[in-house]
């Protein structure tokens, strides 16, 4: 896999038909059972399967609180194609559904990049918003636990641009020309009165009601779209702003379907996209690796 194939796949994937979808989930304690169908028109279905736990973060060897698989369901015949592996997919798309949205809405001379977070989604924000954007000179790291953060530059010396991990977010923010957030905060980290005019604001976190990365003078101050409205409806940074009063469902611009059919129109105004995911996006990105490993594949076959 290529960032080129996986925003291409994406960006394809949207000129099509809209998904339908159906999520299914048992709890037993702490221990979550959960599974996510997808029909896409055009391009097959799939179903992710989670298996979800976290006491085993607590562990005096700690596991990994979440192992997934998903299934890639053949357009033609209908069959099981392919079994992948679940979190490497999420990685991919999850990163390249906020880069394509970048290239449509961040500003193209783009300078400076602010990552929030120390996870590996947050390490694939980066790679793929240079991808986007590779006017981008510097790169700001912040994380409530800063030593995360240690690995996490360490990764990144390799885009070949200046890694600066910083404590004032704030100030981070006021500098930024793309904020790029995958945290589990609760509550705001990024504050609307410091945001540059012409801000590219890319939310990841915040995928439950409860959550939230930014905060109400963000959503007032930008041109607010979602990568997927039936999904973004439920994340807090836009259901709170909703309830709050402070976006309308109507001032959402569009999701990635309207956008890569009809480009956004650029403004001076900062920009918010809200990656909220959903099983069509595993699914373009499944099928896009599939076929990437069925030519190497083929072409191994044949050395």
Not at 11 to 26: M, N, Y
Not at 61 to 86: M, N, Q, R
Not at 175 to 190: E, L, Y
Not at 285 to 294: E, F, N, P, Q, W
């Amino acid at each position: 896999m290529t960032w080129e194939r996986a925003i291409h796949a994406l960006r394809k994937g949207h000129c099509a038909g809209r998904p339908g979808t159906e999520d299914f989930l048992l709890r037993d304690g702490s221990f979550s059972l959960f599974s996510r169908g997808v029909i896409l028109p055009g391009h097959g279905a799939g179903v992710k399967v989670a298996s979800i736990f976290p006491p085993n973060a607590r562990r005096e060897t700690p596991l990994p609180t979440e192992d997934a698989i998903f299934l890639v369901v053949d357009e033609e015949g209908k069959s099981i194609s392919y079994i992948l592996d679940g979190p490497e997919i999420t990685r991919w798309k999850t990163a390249a559904d906020s880069a394509l949205a970048s290239e449509m809405l961040s500003a193209i001379d783009s300078k400076t990049l602010l990552v929030a977070g120390a996870g590996p989604i947050a390490l694939a924000l980066a790679h793929a918003h240079v991808h986007a954007r590779p006017s981008i000179e510097r790169i700001l790291l912040w994380n409530r636990t800063l030593q995360k953060l240690d690995a996490v530059a360490q990764a990144l010396t390799s885009l070949g641009r200046p890694i600066d991990v910083i404590t004032d977010m704030n100030e981070a923010v006021s500098q930024a020309d793309i904020i790029s957030a995958a945290t589990g905060s609760v509550s705001p980290i990024i504050r609307g009165r410091f945001l540059k005019p012409g801000a590219h604001v890319d939310l990841v976190g915040g995928y439950r009601p409860d959550m939230r990365e930014a905060d109400d003078d963000v959503i007032a101050r930008s041109d607010v779209y979602v990568d997927f409205r039936d999904t973004a409806l439920d994340a807090g940074d836009i259901s709170q702003a909703i309830a709050n009063g402070s976006l309308l469902q109507d001032d959402i611009k569009g999701d990635l379907f309207d956008m890569v059919r009809a480009a956004p129109e650029r403004s001076s105004r900062a920009t918010v996209f809200k990656n909220a995911g959903g099983a069509h996006l595993d699914l373009l990105i499944g099928l896009a690796a599939a076929r990437a490993s069925d030519r190497s594949d083929r072409i191994d076959r044949t050395a």
